[in-house]
């Protein structure tokens, strides 16, 4: 199947979405990934990801916001956010309908994803990119409530050097969160995956080891 552009309705409004078939042969699983709050589906990190998941037998589909769409810099309440997030996954099954649906995305758009899988939300899976378990300098002001309510395979990837994910904090939550949500650290990476010149190793490579952890777990999904 090809690319297909799409129109999708949210509510009273609409947004973008693009779907993207995987690169690679027999792909198990449709993508739906959601932007962090700074992004959009066009911006460098979300074209990183999509391009290497295909690469890994994921078909990508990704999406704008409404307050992106209409070109805000201030997101929509998590209300809003989760009914996008459904909208297009309502889309997607209506045009491809996946064998397999993954949902998630990256920071604040795979928190919209995690909730509406906390809340029971129809998917075989969560892809969560950089989860933002706190504000940046607010480490006290969690948002972990829901996600021992997370009853699907999930895949989080974080950052070590992630300022919204502190690494001892998220271990603590890890041991309240079911048997099925699988946590991979990112060593030296921050919360856009970029990694120093004195790590020893590259944006690339980093790139890479998600693709390959997320082709992993896949795998383990479609046994």
């Known amino acids: 199947m090809n690319a297909l552009e799409w129109r999708v309705e949210v509510g009273d409004n609409a947004t973008s979405a693009l779907y993207e078939p995987a690169t690679a042969p027999n792909a198990s699983a449709v993508f ?3 932007h962090g709050a700074g992004g959009s589906m066009s911006d460098r990190g979300m074209l990183q990801v999509a391009d290497q998941l295909r690469t890994r037998g994921f078909d990508v589909v990704r999406f704008n916001f409404l307050y992106k769409e209409k070109r805000s810099g201030r997101p929509d309440p998590m209300p809003v956010l989760k009914q996008c997030v459904t909208a297009v996954v309502e889309r997607t ?3 491809v309908a996946p064998r397999r649906l993954v949902i998630g995305g990256r920071s604040m758009g795979g ?3 995690s909730m509406l899988a906390a809340d ?3 998917c075989d899976g969560l892809l969560l990119l950089a989860y933002p378990l706190h504000p940046a300098g607010r480490p006290e002001q969690l948002r972990d409530a829901h996600l ?16 919204l994910c502190r690494r001892d904090l998220m271990e ?3 041991q309240r969160v079911g048997p099925r949500f699988e ?5 030296g990476a921050d919360h856009s995956f970029h990694v ?3 790590s020893g190793t590259t944006d690339a490579q980093t790139m890479e080891a998600i693709g390959a952890v997320s082709q992993e777990w896949l795998a383990r999904l479609a046994r």
């Open 32 to 34: 739906v990934c959601a």
């Open 148 to 163: 021992p309510q997370i009853r699907v395979p999930t895949l989080c990837l974080n950052g070590t050097r992630d300022p």
């Open 120 to 122: 029971g939300f129809a």
């Open 196 to 198: 120093l010149k004195s």
């Open 93 to 95: 099954r209506q045009e």
């Open 183 to 187: 946590m991979h650290w990112l060593e």
């Open 172 to 174: 603590a939550v890890l």
């Open 111 to 113: 928190r919209a994803a």
